[in-house]
């Protein structure tokens, strides 16, 4: 199946800093997904992305397909920033929209 | 928004008893449904892909006598840990589309279960 890789797999920073999450796939893929999993648990999409660039606030977040790679930006971090970051893509030969492969996931914390 | 709704969200019990867990679809209707598992820091693994009023699908290497699901209605999809024992204690969470929306794009995810069995 399908490979998903994520670095770095912790990120410790100072309120302010930025940060870049990277996420590696091993196949060509039609979707690319971002997310958030709070220390509660629940998990939020970021971002559909399976090209290009898009931005939401302090949160933006490049695919590029053809290199089989996708960063994630985080600028001007909060302490709500942390949590965990997972990428996710399809499964192979999936047809079905919600059966995904989740990267191991960049666990951040951001201090005050 | 489109909610997905799961309960309980923390469940304790002994080892050999049943539990169920359930994930509504708030305000749309999903045909499928979707169940993952993720232990104490590592990542999510799909466990089975829930149809309503069918069987569901489940991935290689899970057991499908120990986890039950049934999605009897086009809102709700139950997973029963049947038997459960200290190895089945993890983290569940489901998800559900939004058929409403392109690809992948309306995806939700319940709020998770935590289930520890003594």
């Known amino acids: 199946g399908i490979q998903v890789e994520q670095s770095p797999p912790d990120l410790i920073l100072q309120e302010g800093a930025n940060s870049t999450l990277r996420c590696n796939f091993s196949?060509?893929?039609?979707?690319l997904q971002w997310f958030h999993q709070n220390p509660w648990g629940q998990l939020i999409n970021l971002f559909y992305?399976?090209?290009g660039t898009k931005q939401n606030g302090r949160l933006s977040a490049t695919t590029v397909a053809t290199e089989r790679y996708s960063l994630l930006y985080i600028s001007s971090s909060q302490t709500t920033d942390s949590g965990v970051y997972f990428c996710a893509v399809p499964n192979a030969g999936g047809t079905s929209y919600g059966k995904l492969t989740f990267g191991q996931g960049t666990i951040l914390t951001v201090h005050p | 928004g489109a909610v997905v709704s799961q309960h309980p969200s923390r469940v304790i019990c002994k080892s050999g008893t049943s539990v169920k867990i359930e994930c509504r679809s708030l305000d749309f209707q999903a045909t499928t449904m979707f169940w993952y598992r993720q232990f104490p820091k590592q990542s999510l693994m799909l466990m089975a892909t829930s149809n309503e009023g069918s069987k569901a699908t489940y991935e290689q290497g899970v057991e499908k006598d120990k986890f039950l699901i049934n999605h009897a209605s086009l809102t709700l999809s139950t997973l029963t840990v049947t038997s459960a024992h200290p190895e089945d204690s993890s983290f569940y969470i489901c998800s559900a589309r939004d058929p409403r929306g392109r690809g992948f794009e309306k995806l939700f995810f319940g709020s998770g279960t935590q289930l520890s069995v003594l």
């Open positions: 992305i399976p090209s």
């Open positions: 196949d060509s893929v039609n979707n």
